[in-house]
């Protein structure tokens, strides 16, 4: 039976995203999606300017547009996906959840919340049994999850094939695609030509959610993992795909072969969108480059190359796609989760 599924924010340019990949999603229905006022009441082509490289699914087209509103979103719509301004859904995810829908959120508002699961499927499936601590204190009926920065959850992954190693401190410098700004988030005369050094609260997104993502969970609390994080993000002009060079300090000697064995053997997940593989890894120092491999896996596929050893444990270069595994794509990973877990 299908999950009937709806999107919060389904005209920006993650909402796209959403449409892009919920079209012919083997167990997701597209039944609802809500944006601004302006938008409401309007067929979703008339509401959107479309941006995304495939066409507008013809049933998404003809569908109207509702007010981000509990009372707009039917009652039968098993799972939301929020695509929200963080600033608009920390005011709006709330008044779903105490309706009693379950959300799969992209926006960063709650990341950090001790009760609301930050999740990464292959990383830390187990962070949803959260929901039931986050129902018993806010008294919600619905639920919430969140999935991480698109700069973090690049990065991630492969941080969780170290930990074998001991993890103790990580220094990680981003180079990241104007797509991760929004559309009108960056304009030609500032990046053209030109990289901006500084990205406002990115840095504390990827030391504070790389933690939560890494920590351990004894079913009451969830503790932050140990390991130091310190983070420099850098916008720089590439349309799509993060690409970040990692310093890890490790607390056991780890040869370079053996992180890229660690890496490559890091185990994936049984859900739809997932790729084969999490890290593809590359013997080849040139890669990964975000216009030759941000789209590996669908663009849910994690990339690492030039793994090599440092006086204190390795350095290497990871790639994710932004937009896709770093946003809308994992929002969808975890809501084949919850729907494989049973919480829809």
Known sequence: MAVRVGILGATGAVGQRFIQLLEDHPTFELAALTASESSAGKRYDEAAKWRVNTPIPDDVASMEVGRTDPADVP??????????????AADVEPKFLEEGYVVSSNSSNDRMAPDVPLTIPEINPGHLDLIEVQRDERGWDGALVKNPNCSTITMVPTLAALDQFGLDKVHVTTLQAVSGAGYDGVTSMEIIDNAIPHIGGEEEKMETESRKLLGSFDGAELSLHDAEVNASCNRIPTLD?????VFADL?????PEAVKAAMREYPGVDLPSAPEQLIHVFDDNYRPQPRLDRDRGDGMQISAGAIQETPNGVKYNCLAHNTIRGAAGASVLNGELLAQEGWI
Do not use: K, M, Q, R
């Open 251 to 255: 607390e056991d000697d780890a040869s």
């Open 75 to 88: 009652d039968d719509i098993d799972l939301l996906f929020s695509s929200l301004p963080s600033s608009v």
């Open 241 to 245: 795909g993060h690409l970040e060079s």
